[in-house]
Antibody, heavy 119, light 105 residues
Framework: EVQLVESGGGLVQPGGSLRLSCATS????????MIWVRQAPGKGLEWVAK????????YYAESMKGRVTISRDDSKNSVFLQMNSLRGEDTALYYC????????????WGRGTLVTVSS | ESVLTQSPGTLSLSPGESATLSCRSS???????IAWYQQKPGQAPRLLIY???NRAAGIPDRFTGSGSGTDFTLTISRLDPEDFAVYYC??????FGPGTTVEIK
């Protein structure tokens, strides 16, 4: 069974940093793109970042470009999101998701980790 | 980067009725990059449709995706009580639409 479990969220002051982790199991991790998606309270989904299966290419949404870095560690079957210079508008539930086998879509999602940016 | 819009914002329907959800892109997209997701309160999104018209594993055949270019549609026939949720379209690897809420009338 494919599983994705996010961790690392919490309360952080504006301007602070957090590193989110997503531990995965149940599939061959190094064969898939991995994606972070966030959802502010009561709002819609927003794509944040994605990384290719080799870890050589990372792409970022304009809203977070320059403040986030996505990375992966295949030895740990994990993907990470380093977030810096956090703002109130970054408050959201951050989901980790996996690329689908059969198409360009996100077939598996974690339950999310909540990031709250507030003083 | 294309912008996705969804309409209507909210659909109020009764179980057994059909729902037609629209997703429009500001630029023409390849079908292979359009996906639809369902999200219920307190849950992660669930993939319904990929490649504009292909049902994901385990998705009932009352969910049908169609469209091309800039106009895409998700049709839910014979609404089941479990289908009342928020639906998002996505240009894969990129932006999501703002969502359509399908609520019980």
């Amino acid at each position: 069974e494919v599983q994705l479990v996010e961790s690392g969220g919490g309360l952080v002051q504006p301007g602070g940093s957090l590193r989110l982790s997503c531990a995965t199991s149940g599939f061959t991790f190094n064969r898939y793109w991995m994606i972070w998606v966030r959802q502010a309270p009561g709002k819609g989904l927003e794509w944040v970042a994605k990384i290719n299966q080799y870890g050589s290419e990372g792409y970022y949404a304009e809203s977070m470009k320059g403040r986030v870095t996505i990375s992966r560690d295949d030895s740990k079957n994990s993907v990470f999101l380093q977030m810096n210079s956090l703002r109130g508008e970054d408050t959201a539930l951050y989901y980790c998701a996996r690329d689908a086998d059969s198409g360009h879509a996100l077939s598996h999602w974690g339950r999310g980790t909540l990031v709250t940016v507030s003083s | 980067e294309s912008v996705l819009t969804q309409s209507p914002g909210t659909l109020s329907l009764s179980p057994g009725e059909s729902a037609t959800l629209s997703c429009r892109s500001s630029a023409s997209l390849s079908n292979i990059y359009i996906a639809w997701y369902q999200q219920k309160p307190g849950q992660a999104p669930r993939l319904l449709i990929y490649g504009a018209s292909n049902r994901a594993a385990g998705i009932p055949d009352r969910f049908t995706g169609s469209g091309s270019g800039t106009d895409f549609t998700l049709t839910i026939s014979r609404l089941d009580p479990e289908d009342f949720a928020v639906y998002y379209c996505q240009q894969y690897g990129d932006s999501f639409g703002p969502g359509t809420t399908v609520e019980i009338k």
